[in-house]
C-alpha cells in the first residue's frame, strides 16, 4: 500500500496524487487540491518562490477550507473606508489590518514581499509583535479589495482592524499554548515521580522488573508530551528539513527526537540509561519560555490598542436647528462633518470637533499623557477619544474616523512599533549563523565522545543542542520596540521611526528652535507702530489678510484679532511664504505686499526705516508690513517662555549634551531668550538654509545632533538632523519630517523620549550581550560534558524567558500617566481592557 504523502504547501493528506502539482523550488510538488494549486500558483508567478525555502511552519489552508470572510469589495465603500482608511499625503490611502494564519517570520516576509510587488502599494510595514500590517496604497492604481485579495491568494486572510477579533485570536493563541503546555507539566510531573526511585536506589534495592515498569510507564507517558506539545517544534523543523534550511527549531526537535529514541531503545532492550524525565521537562521549560514571550508579545501590543481603539461604539446625534427632530443614538463610525453630537459626562468625544454650547472641562491625557482637566467653552477644540469630565457639551462633528487625530497618532505609532534598529538587524544576522554553528558543534561532540565512553556520547549530543539559545536574540528585541513606542506614547510623545531610538543613544549635541519651542508660541499682538500714512487699523487688515491660512505664530496672533469688524475688506491674491522670512502677495491694485523681517520687507520698500532699527523690547518679537516703495508698520508681539523650558535645559545639560538656541528672530531677541535659559551657544536671524548649515557642520565634526523645531521653514533642518524631534502643536509639515512628535506641545516630555531612546538600547544591547556571553559559554562546557541534558533546557529556557522579560521592562506600568484615562476611555467604549 502506498503512503499518502502530504501536500507541499498546507501540509495536509494528498488524497488524489497527480491531479494537482506545481515546480517549485525546481521540483514538481505534490498539492492536496486546486485551492493550494492557485495558490502555491500566485507565490511563484510574483517571483517569490524562496518563502517556501524559508518557512518554518506549512501554510494556512485557503481560505474555501475556512469560515468565509466578507466579501473583500465590500470594504471599497467609502462609508465603510470612513471607519479605518486615512488620507495622507499625495492622495493616497492608508489603513492598518490584522494578519491571520500566520505561522512564522517566513509568512511575514511573504506578505510584505509580495505587497510591495504589487502595482500602486506604496508602503508596507508589518509589525513582528501585534501581526499588525500598515499598508497605504494609491487609490487609483489598486482598491483596497485587491489588497485583501492579494492577501488571500497566498493563503492568508486580512481584514481592517478591529480590536473585539484582534482579542478572539489572541485568545486562541494563548488557549493553544496554555494546552500544549498543560500537558508536558503535567507528563514532566508523572515521569519525574516514575525516575525518583531509580535516582534515590543508591544501594541496589530497586528490583529489574520494577524498573522495567516505571520505564515503560515513563515511556507511555512521554508519548502525549511528544505527539502533542513537541508538535509547533516538529512541524517547524521538519518543513526547515525539507527546504534545506535549518532555523531556531531544528537543533530542538533533533534533540528531543534522539532523546526519545535513545531512551525508547533502552526501555525495549532493556539495558542503558533513560532520560524521559529530561525530555518531558526539556519540553514544559521550552514551552514555558514560549508561552511567556507569548504573553509578554500580546501585553505589549495591547498597550498600544488605547490609541486604536479609543473611538467609542455609539454616539447622541441632535437633529438640525434648521429640521425638526429627535435625538437619535447611532453607531459612532456613521457621524459625518457638521453633525451635532450630544457627548454626556464621563463619556468619550466619538469624532474631532469644537464646541457649540455648554462649559466644562475634558481629560486629553489620551492625547496628551498629561492626566488634568482642561476647560472647554465655546468655540474650543475637542480632541476624538478625550472624556468629558462634568458637564454634558454639544459639539459639531470636523474630523470622523480616520481623518481625526487620535487616528493619525495611532498610524504613526504602529509604523514606529513595527520598525528595527541597527542593533535588531545585527541580532537577526547573528540568530540565523548561530543555529549552523551548535548542529556542527554537536556533530563534533558526538564523535568525540563515542571515542571516548560511548554510552555518554548521544547525551552530550542532546546537551549540545538543547543549551544554546539562538531565538533568545531574534525574540528581544521586536517586543523592546513595541514596549517602547507604547511607553513614549503614554508620556505624551509618539514614535514615528523606530529607527530613532538607537540614534537617541549616542546623541552629544540638541539643537532648539526658539518660538513655539522654549517659548509657547501663541505670541499675542502687543501694538502696532506706523512708519508710513496707514492707519493702524489699515495695517491690521492688511497683515490678517496677507496670514491667512498660515499656522505660523506670528500668523495666529495677528488672526486672533480679525474678529475686528475694522479688517473686513482687506483683499489680497497671489500670496507666496518664503519660510524663515516672512510672506509676500498683491492688492487689489496689483501692488506688492510684504510681512515679515526688516530684511525681507527692506527689498521692496527701500532702505530700513530708521524707527524701524529700534529693537522691540525684552521679550518681544517684531514683524514688518510695507507696500512697494512704501514702509507701512512694525507689528510688536510678546512671547511667554514655555512652562518648565529652563528646568528642562538644565536636564538636557546635566545628561552631558550640548544645548544650541537657533532661530530666525532677530540676534537680540534670541541673545535674551539664551541667556534666561542659560544656554551659551545661540544664533538668531538664521534662515533655513543657515540652519541646515548649522546642523550639517556640526555633523561634519563628528557630532551626532538632535533637533527640535516646530515651524515650516524647521522641516529642512529636521531631516538633515540625526534625530529630528517636532512639536505637536506645530506645522504638520515639520511633523511629517520628524522622528518624535511631542504632542500638544508638550517640551517636559523630551526628557522622557531621551530617556526612553536610551534604555531601549540599552535594553537590546544587555539582551545581546547576555544570548552571546551565555552561547559563548555554554557550548562549550555542554561539548566537554559538564552539562546533561536536564540541565541545558533549564539554562534554554531561562535565557529566553531572561531577555523577554528585560525587554518588557520598558512596557508602560501601571503608575504611568496614562492608565486611569486608558480605563475609562475603554469602559466608555463598551470595551474591556485588562
Known sequence: MNAVCACFHCGLPVVEPGRHRAVILGEARELCCAGCEAVAGTIIAAGLDRYYATREAPSAVPPQRRELLPPSAAYDD??????????????????????????????????????RSLPGVLRVDINYSTRRATVAWAPERIRLSGILEAIRSIGYEAWPFDPERQRALDQDARRDALWRLFVAGFGAMQVMMYAAPAYLDGDGTLGADSAALMRWASLVLTLPVLL?????????????????????????????????????????????????????????????????????????????EPLLAWRPQFAMRLPSPEVPGVPERVPAHAL??????????????????????????????????????????????????????????????????????????????????????????????IAAKLTGVVLGVALVAACAWWMVEPGRALWVAVAVLMVTCPCALALATPIAMTAATARLAHCGAILTRGAALQGIDGLTDIVLDKTGTLTEGRLRLDGV??????????????????????????????????????????????????????????????????????????????????????????GRSSAFLAREGEWLAQLRFEDRPRAGACALVARLQARGLEVHLLSGDEPGLVRRQAELHAIATWRGGASPQDKFAYVEALRRGGRKVAMVGDGVNDAPVLAAAD????????????????????????????????????????????????????????????????????????????????????????????????????????????????
Not at 500566520?102 to 511573504?110: P, S, V
Not at 527526537?257 to 525495549?268: D, E, Y
Not at 469630565?389 to 504613526?412: F, Y
Not at 541545558?792 to 500617566?817: H, K, Y
Request: hydrophobic share 50%; net charge neutral.
Open 723 to 834: 534625530v529630528s524631534i517636532a512639536m505637536g502643536d506645530g506645522a504638520a509639515l515639520a511633523q511629517q519630517q520628524a522622528d518624535v512628535v511631542l504632542l500638544e506641545g508638550r517640551l517636559e516630555a523630551l526628557d522622557a523620549v531621551l530617556e526612553c531612546g536610551r534604555r531601549t538600547t540599552r535594553v537590546v544591547r544587555q539582551n545581546l550581550a547576555w544570548a552571546t556571553g551565555y552561547n559563548a559559554l555554554a557550548l562549550p562546557l555542554a561539548a566537554c560534558g559538564w552539562i546533561g541534558p536536564w540541565e541545558a533546557a533549564l539554562g534554554m529556557a531561562a535565557s529566553s524567558v531572561l531577555v523577554v522579560l528585560n525587554a518588557a521592562r520598558l512596557m508602560p506600568r501601571p503608575g504611568d500617566a496614562l492608565k486611569p484615562v486608558f480605563d475609562r476611555t475603554w469602559k466608555a467604549s463598551t470595551y474591556s481592557y485588562r
Open 78 to 115: 467609502p462609508s465603510v473606508q470612513a471607519k479605518f482608511v486615512a488620507e495622507i499625503s499625495g492622495g493616497a490611502r492608508e489603513a492598518i489590518l490584522i494578519l491571520d494564519r500566520i505561522r512564522c517570520a517566513a509568512c511575514l516576509w511573504l506578505n510584505e514581499r509580495y505587497l
Open 336 to 429: 459625518r462633518v457638521g453633525d451635532r453630537v450630544l457627548v454626556a459626562a464621563g463619556e468619550s468625544v466619538p469624532a474631532d470637533g469644537e464646541v457649540l454650547e455648554g462649559e466644562g472641562a475634558a481629560d486629553e491625557s489620551l492625547m496628551t499623557g498629561e492626566a488634568r482637566a482642561v476647560a472647554k467653552c465655546r468655540g474650543a477644540i475637542l480632541i476624538g477619544g478625550t472624556v468629558i469630565l462634568d458637564q454634558p457639551l454639544v459639539m459639531r462633528v470636523t474630523g470622523v474616523g480616520a481623518d481625526t487625530r487620535a487616528a493619525a497618532i495611532a498610524r504613526l505609532v504602529e509604523r514606529a512599533s513595527a520598525g528595527k534598529i541597527p542593533l535588531a538587524c545585527a541580532a537577526d544576522r
Open 529 to 618: 507702530e506706523l512708519l508710513g500714512k496707514s492707519s493702524a487699523r489699515e495695517c491690521e487688515a492688511l497683515a490678517a489678510a496677507l496670514e491667512s491660512g498660515s499656522r505660523h505664530p506670528i500668523a495666529r496672533a495677528i488672526l486672533d484679532c480679525a474678529v475686528n469688524p475694522a479688517f473686513a475688506g482687506a483683499t489680497v491674491n497671489a500670496t507666496r511664504h518664503f519660510p524663515g522670512f516672512g510672506v509676500e502677495a498683491r492688492d487689489e491694485c496689483g501692488r506688492r505686499l510684504r510681512l515679515g523681517s526688516a530684511r525681507f520687507v527692506s527689498e521692496i520698500a527701500g532702505a530700513v526705516n530708521a524707527a524701524a532699527a529700534q529693537p522691540a523690547g525684552h
Open 228 to 304: 502533542l506539545s513537541c508538535q509547533p517544534f516538529f512541524i517547524s523543523a521538519w518543513r526547515e528539513l525539507r527546504a534545506h534550511r535549518v532555523g531556531l527549531d531544528a537543533p530542538i526537535s533533533i534533540g528531543v527526537l534522539a532523546g526519545f529514541a535513545a531512551s525508547a531503545w533502552a526501555t525495549l532492550s532493556g539495558s542503558g540509561d533513560v532520560y524521559f524525565d529530561s525530555i518531558t521537562m526539556l519540553v514544559f521549560l521550552l514551552l514555558g519560555a514560549r508561552y511567556v514571550e507569548l504573553t509578554v508579545r500580546q501585553r505589549a501590543a495591547r498597550a498600544l
